[in-house]
């Protein structure tokens, strides 16, 4: 890596580092006041509320990646400008491509460090934070939802253990007792997952079951077991974690099972989707600063450019949800809802370089 190359990247990663900073801080601050609403209910303390946004934090910065990286290019590269240093880069014979290089370098490395958070430590981190919040809401402490994720209730004579919500939506490990008046089991049974159903049933599969009839102990397996639960789906819900927390791979699966189910995966399908396109961004929103270079340093309109950054993030980070949203009304293909931010992104790109060529 030449001299120019680490001097840019070093004040690239600076930026990055300041504007993460910066961007992390105001949504925390904004987060917390809105976590303050629940604070209260149950045993949810001010704390909890402080953890759960420690916790939820890695998603938090995945989510402002792009604009970051945008940012934390462009405020570098004002600098330089300001300062006269690109000026004398480009007088040296620095074509506008090397200096694109030595901006992609940091920009390529914090996308392979945003995939592995977002497939390793991200999901785990997220999932602890809702469980833990729900918990406490319900009045548990949460040091019992970091321990214990398991789902237990009862009604009557019946229990239900679910082990785990594999995706965060879907019972699995399933356990259910019943019990007779005189307290002897009745009947035990194992299901390795369920489908709710429309109708609020649930159809078990892989189930073994063993019920007491006739003085003895009987066993029998089905494929397939039609079961009514007695929690609602409105309890049920309330232990589901949001697609948000689940890793690219575990969302692909995810969405493997919603189609083998034969059950809509309109949403579930574009927050993959999304989730895919996030870290491609990262080379081409930095790639977008580059429109600094065009501004005379010593204009009394240097500062518009500026101005002009912070109102494209705002711009892109409205649009891209307002595209999400209309996407969903008119039922697009997931694909093509998540793919065009980024479209508009290369697009931007690309007529900033055909734009220096112009003038150069």
Known sequence: MSLLNRYIGKQILQGYLLVFASLLGIFSIVRFMVELEDVGDGSYSSLDALYYLLLTMPSQLIFLAPVSVFLGSLIPLANLSRHGELIAIRTAGYPIARIARAILWPALGLMLFLLLLSEVISPVLYKQAVQMRQQAVQGKSALDVVSNQEIWSRKGDRFINIGQLEFGQVPAEIRIYEFSED???????FARRAKIQQDGNWQLSGVKVGQYKQGKWQVSYAPVYRWKPFITPQQLEKQFVPMESLSISEHW????????????????????????????????????????????????????????????????????????????????????????????????????????????
């Open 183 to 189: 307290r002897k089991m009745r009947l035990s049974l």
């Open 253 to 360: 699966r995810f969405l493997q099972y919603l189609k083998d189910s034969k059950l809509r995966t309109g949403e579930a399908g574009l927050a993959f989707w999304i989730k895919v396109v996030q870290p491609l961004l990262i080379p081409f929103m930095a790639l977008l600063s580059l429109y600094v270079i065009f501004a005379n340093p010593r204009s009394s309109h240097f500062v518009l450019y500026l101005v002009l950054g912070i109102l494209i993030a705002a711009f892109y980070l409205l649009a891209r949800q307002v595209i999400h949203n209309v996407g969903q009304v008119l039922e697009l293909k997931p694909q093509i809802s998540a793919f065009i931010p980024l479209l508009l992104v290369i697009l931007g790109d690309l007529w900033i370089f055909w734009w220096f060529r112009r003038k150069v």
